[in-house]
């Protein structure tokens, strides 16, 4: 089944989208400064503006000064309720400033062409982009029978806390998307407009973050042993794991795609202190899964690898692996009738087809799909200026105009095709 509107209605919506009123708004939400665990201002930017464009909005406290903003415009009956959501926190904050424009907590307009600042690429100017579709509907005095909601949520960055550090700012992974589907933000369907340079995203890897322990003696240097240095012997650890990482990833490839296996951190003695061995050093790393596999698979590939270290190495003997996170990812079917109507609607306003592809990266349309609610990345961010797509880290958080104003189009369409039109 595919969905399908209106084509004299969809054209009379999409001639009041407003390029200005778009650009405008993108560049009032970067201006909030939100990074992980500090969205409540953000939140309440939003919370204003869905207000102002005729949504009943709603802010949901989820503890620690967060909220989500949850706004809602209700059809007239007979219809399909669609979501869009979009995360309130940004990947960096305002400390990132001065590696250039990508990285303010300010929009820029740059050639009346692109727009620079936090938020543009992840993902505030996806969020713009449903309000104004949603605007340019109503403009054209189109009533829906079915609900639209817009959820912005806090927390999808990728974070946790771990050892010492604790506390919102390092929740991430979907605390605001979990609270909102299980207190009333719920659709039939769910947009979620992930900066993928327009491709449609059915699936994306799971992850599984884990910390290895390896013991050592705390002793001063004077009657130390370099073999029980716990530093020294987690280099046989990282060595084993370089040589396992390969095989790992051409074994789980999935649709084309190669999991990674990300080496994040090492922690290990006091650099103050250097007249004494550590009594253990941390290896930490992140295990990206196929999305149909668990994390319980994952750790157990990383701890086969540890006991068969121990067995060969002595001083590897007590090692620990611990996981804390855990993330299955997700997939739905490419012909699902959800995908079927974006790619109907991209094809009918863009004139081509739309690509499909995998990702890495995480979202939290793993946990709308766990919840019943088949949910699609797909956003107009994504693309680099100076060509192809992906993330420049030079040049840093941008978004085209051309590109937002396009997918508003196939935002449009989708809307009035799955929500319907009130007669």
């Not at 992974?173 to 979620?192: E, F, M, Q, R, S």
């Not at 003696?217 to 390969?246: F, K, R, Y």
């Not at 250097?274 to 899964?289: F, L, Q």
């Given at each position: 089944?595919?969905f399908e509107?209106?084509?004299?209605l ?6 009041n989208i407003d ?7 993108v560049v ?6 939100s990074p ?10 939003l919370?204003?503006?869905?207000q102002?464009?005729g949504?009943?909005?709603t802010?949901q ?5 967060r909220?989500n903003t ?5 059809g007239?009956?007979?219809g399909k ?13 305002p ?7 990508g990285y303010?907590?300010?929009?820029n307009?740059?050639d ?6 936090m ?11 449903y309000?104004v579709?949603?605007?340019a ?8 029978a ?7 949520v ?16 390092y929740?991430g992974?979907g605390p605001g ?6 207190h009333?933000?719920?659709?039939d ?12 995203i059915p699936r994306?890897c799971g ?6 322990t390896?013991?050592g003696?705390l002793?001063h240097?004077?009657?130390?042993e370099h073999?029980s240095?716990?530093?020294s012997?987690?280099g046989i ?5 370089n ?27 006091w650099?103050w ?8 050093c ?5 295990v990206?899964?196929?999305?149909e596999?668990l994390?319980?698979d ?5 701890r086969d690898q ?5 067995k ?6 007590g090692?620990i ?5 855990t ?6 079917p ?16 863009l ?20 919840y019943?609610i088949?949910t699609v ?16 880290t ?10 937002m ?5 196939v ?8 929500c319907?039109?009130?007669?």
């Amino acid at each position: 089944m595919t969905f399908e509107a209106d084509p004299a209605l969809v054209a009379k919506a999409v001639g009041n989208i407003d390029r200005a009123r778009l650009v405008q708004l993108v560049v009032d939400l970067v201006n909030v400064p939100s990074p992980t665990g500090y969205e409540g201002e953000m939140a309440r930017t939003l919370h204003g503006v869905l207000q102002d464009s005729g949504f009943r909005s709603t802010l949901q406290p989820i503890g620690d000064g967060r909220y989500n903003t949850i706004g809602k415009w209700y059809g007239e009956g007979g219809g399909k309720t669609l979501m869009f959501n979009g995360h309130l926190d940004t990947s960096f904050g305002p400390e990132q400033a001065h590696r250039g424009l990508g990285y303010r907590c300010e929009g820029n307009v740059v050639d009346d062409e692109w727009i620079y600042g936090m938020g543009t690429f992840n993902m505030k100017s996806a969020m713009a982009t449903y309000i104004v579709a949603c605007e340019a509907i109503r403009k054209a005095g189109i009533r829906l029978a079915g609900d639209v909601v817009i959820a912005g949520v806090a927390g999808e960055i990728e974070k946790a806390p771990v050892n010492d550090f604790d506390g919102a700012q390092y929740q991430g992974y979907g605390p605001g998307t979990k609270y909102a589907i299980t207190h009333g933000a719920v659709a039939d369907y769910c947009i979620l407009g992930e900066p993928t340079n327009m491709m449609i995203i059915p699936r994306h890897c799971g992850t599984t973050w884990m910390k290895i322990t390896v013991p050592g003696t705390l002793i001063h240097t004077a009657w130390s042993e370099h073999e029980s240095n716990a530093i020294s012997n987690s280099g046989i650890v990282l060595a084993a794991l370089n040589d396992w990482i390969p095989g790992y990833m051409q074994r789980n490839e999935f649709g084309g795609t190669q999991p990674k296996v990300n080496i994040a951190a090492i922690e290990g003695g006091w650099p103050w202190r250097g007249a004494r061995t550590p009594e253990n050093c941390c290896i930490y790393m992140d295990v990206r899964m196929p999305p149909e596999a668990l994390p319980m698979d994952a750790y157990r590939e990383v701890r086969d690898q540890i006991r068969s270290l121990e067995k060969q190495h002595a001083c590897l003997e007590g090692t620990i692996v611990d996981t804390y996170v855990t993330a299955p990812g997700t997939s739905i079917p490419d012909d699902h009738e959800l995908i079927r109507t974006i790619v109907a609607a991209h094809t009918q306003q863009l004139g081509a087809a739309p690509e499909f592809g995998n990702e890495i990266w995480y979202s939290d349309a793993a946990h709308m799909n766990r919840y019943g609610i088949p949910t699609v990345n797909y956003g107009s961010a994504g693309r680099i200026r100076s060509g192809g797509g992906g993330f420049d880290t030079l040049q840093g958080e941008a978004v085209h105009i051309g590109d937002m104003l396009d997918i508003i189009k196939v935002y449009i369409q989708c809307i009035l095709s799955i929500c319907k039109t009130a007669d």
